[in-house]
C-alpha cells in the first residue's frame, strides 16, 4: 500500500535520509524505531507529502508522493496522521476539531460529518467531551481526540509519529490501548515510537533505523527478540534496561 524506494533527504548539507526502501501492506503495523535524529519523523512526513525529498520515489496505492502536485490533496485524505503535540484547534470545540477535515477538505455535510465525530468519539472514550475544548482536556485525553480527528478523514492508513512521548507515564496506556483496537481492527498502521512493549505486541513488522538507513528490519519478534545487528543489540539494550 505504501512504497519507499531509494528515499533521500537532505537539510541543506546535511543528509538526513540515506537510501530509504520499505514498503507496507494493506492492513499491516509497522513500527519504525531508533534514536532520536535518526531519521523517523521524516520518514513519515515525507510519507504523507510535509516534506518533500530529494530523490528517490514513494507511492501510495500506486500514486507517486509528489507535494506540490495537485494529487497531494487525495493523498492526505488517504493517509491521515497523528502528530506528538496533537496539533489541536485550541480555540474550538473537540467536536469541531474532528470534523474539520470532512467539512472543509472532502466538503461533507457537516450533519453527516458530525454524527460519524460523534461515533468516533464514543469509540475512543470520550463522548462526554464534545463540547469540551482542548486546553480543558489531560494529554492523553487530546491525543485521542487527535486519533479521532485522524479516523474522521476515513482513511486507508494512519501515521503516528511518537503519539505517547509527550504525555505523563500515566497517561500513556489510554493512548496505547485505542491504537491496540485499530489494529485489531486491521487499520494500516505506521508508527513512530519509543514503546518497545508496544511494538513488541502489536507490530508486524519492526525497522531499526539509525543515521538516516534501515540497520535492521524484519518481523517484530525477531528484532525485538533477537536482533542480529550489533548497533539493534545495543539500542535496545539502552531502551529497555536504561541506567
Known amino acids: 500500500m505504501i512504497e519507499l524506494r531509494d ?4 537539510y541543506g548539507s546535511v543528509e538526513v535520509l ?16 531508533g534514536p532520536s535524529g535518526s531519521g523517523k519523523s521524516t520518514i513519515l512526513r515525507c510519507i504523507n507529502g510535509l516534506e518533500s525529498y ?5 507511492l501510495v496505492e500506486g500514486q507517486r508522493v509528489d507535494r506540490n502536485a495537485p494529487s497531494i490533496v487525495s493523498i492526505r485524505t488517504q493517509v491521515s496522521m497523528v502528530f506528538q503535540r496533537f496539533n489541536l484547534f485550541p480555540h474550538r470545540t473537540v467536536l469541531e476539531n474532528v470534523i474539520e477535515g470532512p467539512v472543509f477538505v472532502k466538503k461533507e455535510p457537516r450533519k453527516e460529518a458530525i454524527e460519524r465525530a460523534r461515533m468516533l468519539l464514543a469509540q475512543v472514550g470520550l463522548a462526554e467531551k464534545a463540547d469540551a ?16 480527528r485522524a479516523l474522521a478523514m476515513q482513511p ?16 500513556v496506556g489510554e493512548v496505547l490501548g ?3 483496537k485499530l489494529a485489531d481492527d486491521g487499520m494500516t498502521m505506521v508508527v513512530v515510537t519509543h514503546e ?7 507490530a508486524d513488522r519492526v525497522l531499526f ?3 538516516g538507513v534501515i540497520v535492521e528490519q524484519g518481523a517484530a519478534k525477531d528484532v525485538l527478540n533477537d536482533p542480529k545487528h550489533a548497533r539493534t543489540q545495543d539500542f535496545l539494550r539502552r531502551v529497555l534496561h536504561p541506567l
Not at 7 to 10: A, G, L
Not at 22 to 32: F, L, M, T
Not at 134 to 146: I, K, M
Not at 196 to 202: D, H, L, R, S
Open 209 to 211: 533505523i539509525d543515521g
Open 7 to 10: 528515499i533521500r533527504k537532505s
Open 18 to 33: 540515506k537510501g530509504i526502501t520499505a514498503s507496507v501492506e494493506k492492513g499491516e503495523v509497522v513500527c519504525i524505531i
Open 196 to 202: 518497545m512493549g508496544f511494538a513488541k505486541e502489536v
Open 133 to 148: 475544548h482542548p486546553p480543558q482536556l489531560s494529554g492523553g485525553q487530546q491525543q485521542r481526540v487527535a486519533i479521532a
Open 178 to 180: 485505542v491504537m491496540r
Open 156 to 171: 486507508k492508513a494512519i501515521l503516528f509519529d511518537e503519539p505517547t512521548s509527550a504525555l505523563d507515564p500515566e497517561l
Open 54 to 58: 530529494n530523490s528517490g520515489e514513494i
